[in-house]
């Protein structure tokens, strides 16, 4: 059977390239000239009296300038402001018809255009990529039945089941509005006050504190589409599925200590990093996974399918991968596209529809209401980024910026005057006809009490996570904790946590310095309403047992094969070994691998044969936290400097500390034998204990190579954080 996962490149033309072409504006050649069509003489001066007059109202060129630029800014996103966009394609491997009539899924010839964009959630649009934060990560399919947005997360679920919390929830994590601080972070009181009081958010808390939260690259993350949406099939069956984006370079993050460098040391570090492999060459792919489940089965699980706190095991319902994503163009204009785009979960083409999801129902409105704003006006369709490759005709008419010039004198439906057109599409010929679910109910403000379970995902998340992920997510609850002024706030986390994993609680109480609630009860949910019975609010005792532990969970199970597009620095100075550079650096970019020479100096070191070598950034310019893994070379020149030099020893010191792979040939021992971790050098050359620790150090620079491109394919050696012996 062919590897789905290597299908060919798909081309940078498609579809929704082609249509944005006409609004696309190259001034290479061209004259400058006004909005109005103007030749412009002089673009240095505004129009005077005299030499040293003043301007005057009649400079129409002045003023057309100027006002265009005191314009140029809108809102930003009330969350998800900061973010990063690209284009590419999406194929699905084999026809899902029996579960879709979308025609995306359906038609295994078709190629997809897609927009794509990835976010964090309450910085600011300049704020930094690597704060802890959930990742949006939002899909636009310009299909040939209409638009598609799948807008996801890079966690399975949500911090609240039901759509009316969501300003409460925005308003305790965004900076606290007295004094507008912090900035992109939720290690404050606010958030914590509303999370402690609110047990929903429990088993997302879990995860926003796991090392999802700090992802190494977007390229490197899964996405969710959260809810649980419903396919519906040409014959109108439906059923229920669970949307996943699997990268097929694993999902990996940076530690912690690390990322707060980032934030600092270059805050558009994932912006970067899509951009660079984009447009090097390296298309970030993942891969579209469903989970199914027959309508027959929606009351089978222990958890309530329409609660958004809540996953399926993979263990229960195995995740299947249909299809292929790649990101293979960056966007031409940052504000045009990746600005203007407008994401709806209200977006969905014939074949795929909503359940009674109440948080996916309250996003339903959401959407479209804040574009109105962020937008300016109801026209934000005809933005050339979110216009579908379909035509569209509809009696929808005027409103500010319309760009559409509708003929004739109809724009009501019935007509005769107009034919009668548009005319509406029978459900068999392509158009969009809901569900018939079957409704019947009272109309309440109430919670199912199918939701009330809060904790046992959060257990099972905590439990299926390896030892080094379970000390993360202590240390950034001690952490996140540790920055709230609020004792009785942290306390009522303590208790919270308690409901999870009692060891956990203890471990963060220890420390915060606070004692672990004696007694078994449940901490109290505020989040109820007034007239509340408290018997509504007891959880439904299970039904099947959830598995102990799901290995979905944990990212140490991810796929570990490769070091595509991983960052080495190599330290050199002058009078390095060139051979002991070049054949290392040789093997690593046959890898897949991005290698960069880090010296004392920029421009070109000399080798010890008196070749010249580029250097790419110098000590001042790099930090080692923007590479994954470092090598020394060989030259005793070289390594005498390199051991004399503070920056380049804190260099691999701080590497060390980020538990990432780091290689020596064995003439540059010395410079190893200068960190801290000196005593850690491994023993023998045997590829064992050098995988052990991470370190290799070699003689013999092919077999350094190989054990070094192994090392780098494990991503990190977390156990070296056990010691704590961290001075860098
Ligand atoms: Fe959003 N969300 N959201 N959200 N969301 C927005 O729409 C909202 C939720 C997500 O790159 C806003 O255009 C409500 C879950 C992404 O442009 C806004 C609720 C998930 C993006 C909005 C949620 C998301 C947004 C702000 C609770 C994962 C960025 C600007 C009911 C499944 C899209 C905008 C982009 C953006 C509302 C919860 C994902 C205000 C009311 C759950 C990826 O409309």
């Not at 929606?298 to 809540?310: C, G, P, Q, V």
């Not at 299809?323 to 204009?333: A, C, F, I, S, V």
């Amino acid at each position: 059977m062919p590897d789905k996962k290597k299908t060919p490149i798909p081309s940078t033309e498609n579809k929704k390239i082609a249509e944005l072409s006409p609004n696309k504006e190259d001034s290479t050649g061209q004259d400058l000239n006004t909005n109005t069509g103007v030749k412009i003489s002089d673009d240095h001066n505004s129009l005077k009296a005299g030499d040293r007059g003043p301007t005057l109202m009649e400079d129409f060129i002045f003023r057309e300038k100027m006002t265009h630029f005191d314009h140029e800014r809108i809102p930003e996103r009330v969350v998800h402001a900061r973010g990063s966009a690209a284009h590419g394609v999406f194929k699905v491997y084999e026809s899902m018809e029996k579960y879709t009539k979308a025609g995306f899924l359906t038609d295994t010839s078709r190629e997809t255009p897609v927009f794509v964009r990835f976010s964090t959630v309450a910085g600011s649009r300049g704020s930094t990529d690597l704060a802890r934060d959930v990742r949006g990560f939002a899909v636009k399919f310009y299909t040939d039945e209409g638009i598609f947005d799948l807008v996801g997360n890079n966690m399975p679920v949500f911090f609240i089941q039901d759509a009316t919390k969501f300003p409460d929830l925005v308003h305790a994590v965004k900076p606290e509005p007295h004094n507008e601080i912090p900035q992109a972070a939720s290690a404050h009181d606010t958030f914590w006050d509303f999370i402690s009081l609110m047990p929903e958010s429990t088993h997302m808390i879990m995860w926003l504190m796991s090392d999802r939260a700090i992802p190494r690259s977007y390229r490197m993350m899964e996405g969710f589409g959260v809810h649980t949406f419903r396919f519906v099939n040409a014959n109108e069956e439906s059923c229920f599925v669970k949307f996943h984006w699997k990268p097929l370079l694993g999902v990996h993050s940076v530690a912690w200590d690390e990322a707060q460098k980032i934030s600092g040391k270059d805050p558009d570090f994932h912006r970067r990093d899509l951009w660079e492999a984009i447009e090097s060459g390296n298309f970030p792919e993942w891969e579209l996974g469903v989970q199914i489940v027959p309508e027959a089965d929606e009351h089978k699980f222990d958890f309530d399918l329409l609660d958004a706190t809540k996953i399926i095991p993979e263990e229960l319902v195995p995740v299947q991968r249909i299809g292929k994503l790649t990101l293979n163009r960056n966007p031409d204009n940052f504000f045009a596209e990746t600005e203007q785009v407008a994401y709806h979960i209200g977006h969905v083409v014939p074949g795929i529809d909503f359940t009674n999801d109440p948080l996916l129902q309250g996003r339903l409105f959401s959407y479209t209401d804040t574009q109105l704003i962020r937008l300016g006006g109801p026209n934000f369709q005809e933005i050339p980024i979110n216009r579908p490759v379909v035509p569209v005709h509809n009696n929808q008419r005027d409103g500010y910026m319309r760009q559409t010039i509708n003929k004739g004198r109809t724009s009501y439906s019935p007509n005769s005057l107009g034919g009668g057109y548009p005319s509406q599409v029978k459900a068999a010929d392509g158009g969009f006809r809901s569900y018939t679910e079957k409704i019947d109910a009272r109309k309440i403000r109430e919670r199912s009490r199918s939701f009330f379970d809060h904790y046992t995902q959060a257990t099972l998340f905590f439990n299926s996570q390896s030892a080094p992920e379970k000390q993360h997510l202590i240390d950034a609850l001690r952490f996140e904790l540790g920055k709230v002024d609020t004792v009785a706030v942290r306390q009522r986390m303590i208790g919270i946590l308690t409901q999870v994993d009692k060891d956990l609680a203890a471990q963060v109480a220890y420390g915060l310095g606070l004692e672990v609630p004696a007694g078994p009860e449940q901490p109290v949910n505020h989040g109820v309403p007034a007239d509340a019975d408290p018997a509504h609010y007891e959880p439904f005792p299970p039904k099947e047992p959830v598995p102990d532990i799901s290995l979905a969970l944990s990212m140490a199970n991810t796929v570990k094969d490769s070091i595509q597009t991983r960052k080495i620095g190599f330290l050199a100075a002058d009078g390095v070994d060139a051979a002991s550079v070049n054949a290392a650096k040789s093997a690593l970019e046959a890898a897949g691998a991005v290698v960069e020479i880090i010296a004392p100096h920029l421009g070109e070191i000399v080798a010890a044969d008196g070749s010249l070598i580029p250097v790419q950034k110098s000590l001042l310019t790099a930090s080692s936290v923007f590479y994954d893994a470092l090598y020394v070379p060989s030259g005793p020149t070289s390594s005498g400097t390199l051991e004399a030099d503070a920056d380049a020893v804190h260099f691999l010191n701080e590497a060390y500390r980020h538990c990432k792979a780091i290689a020596a040939h064995a003439d540059a021992r010395q410079v190893l034998e200068a960190t801290y971790f000196a005593k850690k050098l491994p023993e023998d050359d045997s590829e064992e204990s050098a995988l052990m620790e991470g370190v290799v150090v070699q003689e013999d620079v092919k077999k350094l190579s190989k054990i070094f491109i192994s090392a780098i394919a494990l991503h990190r050696f977390w156990e070296r954080e056990k010691p704590r012996r961290v001075p860098a």
